[in-house]
């Protein structure tokens, strides 16, 4: 098992910094091209923000009509307006780390949204083209990471900008010499993914830690737990099919060979001992523990291929839902959950869930004498959607509820019954583009 080491430094580094330390310089590093920071700029992204409940305390700033900041780089000059007056077109679509909130990149800005109760917090539309491509919120502080996007991007689409809404404008940025693919925030830390390197910096300074090479990842799959404690960050491997887990704390890294295809989607619980694997043939999803890649569980899609959009564990990690481009929301009823791995006592209701749905397994009959991660198992509840479009999932903080987003513009709130599954009941619809449907 191969042993880790910072990049930048012979210390392993912290990984409770100061939130209060301002930007330092940055080595240079023959795929990152500069950074450039603010160093007045930077506040406390720990400690302000949203609450917790969705209510009216939120520390984001309101936008006048229009003004211009301009800050001591010249390339994070901004041109900020609010405006209400035509329907934008999506560019993407994420959920915060807690899925309370989401984020959505249009091609002339960015909006966020509290999802319960549904409403727009509060949205930023640029001057100048303005698209975003890339929105990643940090829970529900005023720090954001910005990529440009779309025919006429706000920002190159090689940079990561560092966004504080206090100030309304950018205090820092990362350049790369490729386009980046996904941005992943934690209270601590920045990972930024290219499409065959993936960089871990820490989030005071932007002091380069780690770096990763890894596949072709055009869709910049990388995942990162978020407990303070423990770093845990998954990742594509060098091979077709393995991914690679990185434990920070521990100073381990694990490889191992999820699928056969190539690897299409992840998801990773808060505490980073659950992932989800899903490949490029999308009929199975998988579930492993990534301290060791046992593979734990093995879930049925459905029979055709599929691509497989979007992944989400519960809170609990008691149940997983699954979006693909056959347009079907899927939950699954897990075995294990992150508190227990070992236990091979299973939750009372994915008991209950799984004897519903026993006859979809086609080695049900025998799931008692071949070990359970033979046995692929259908999902408990499912919600219909229009088929080719793209949808991403989350758990609502309400009980046995699902939040869907899709790049339509739409938001689902559903409901499962954990005992008797089958098709989920829609609580609530909104269209998030729609000025009508801006609160």
Known sequence: MATLSAVSSASWPNPNPSPNSTFLSQQSHPEQSSVVQDPTAMRQHQGTGLSGDGGEDESFSSSPNHHTVQSPNSNLREVVSYSTSSIPSLLHISFNQDHGCFAAGTDNGFRIYNCDPFREIFRRDF?????????????????????????????????????????????????????????????????????????????????????????????????????????????????????RVEHYASRRTKFFLAHDSRLACFALTTDGQLLATASTKGTLVRIYNTSDGTRLQELRRGADRAEVYSMA??????????????????????????????????????????????????????????????????????????????????FGHQKNTVVILGMDGSFYRCQFDPVTGGEMTQLEYHNFLKPEEAF
């Not at 294990?336 to 008991?351: E, F, I």
């Not at 397994?361 to 499912?382: C, D, H, M, R, T």
């Open 313 to 394: 564990f519960s809170s609990t990690a008691q149940w997983l839902a699954v979006s693909s481009d056959k347009g079907t929301v899927h939950v699954f009823g897990l075995k294990v959950n992150s508190g227990s791995l070992g236990n091979d006592k299973s939750r009372g209701a994915s008991d209950a869930n799984l004897a519903v749905t026993s006859s979809g397994s086609s080695l049900s009959f025998i799931k008692g004498v071949l070990p359970k991660y033979f046995s692929s198992e259908w999902s408990v509840a499912q919600f219909r959607l229009h088929e080719g479009s793209q949808y991403i999932v989350a």
């Open 127 to 243: 001057d100048r083209g303005g698209g975003i491509g890339v929105v990643e919120m940090l829970f529900r502080c005023n720090i954001l990471a910005l990529v440009g996007g779309g025919p006429e991007p706000q920002y190159p689409l090689n940079k990561v900008m560092i966004w504080d809404d206090h100030q309304s404008r950018c205090i820092g940025e990362l350049s790369f010499r490729s386009e980046v693919r996904a941005v992943k925030l934690r209270r601590d830390r920045i990972v930024v993914v290219l499409e065959q390197k993936i960089f871990l910096y820490n989030f005071a300074d932007l002091k380069l830690l780690h770096q990763i090479e890894t596949i072709a990842n055009p869709k910049g799959l990388c995942a990162v737990s978020q407990l303070t404690a423990s770093l845990v960050l998954v990742c594509p491997g060098l091979q077709k099919g393995y991914v």
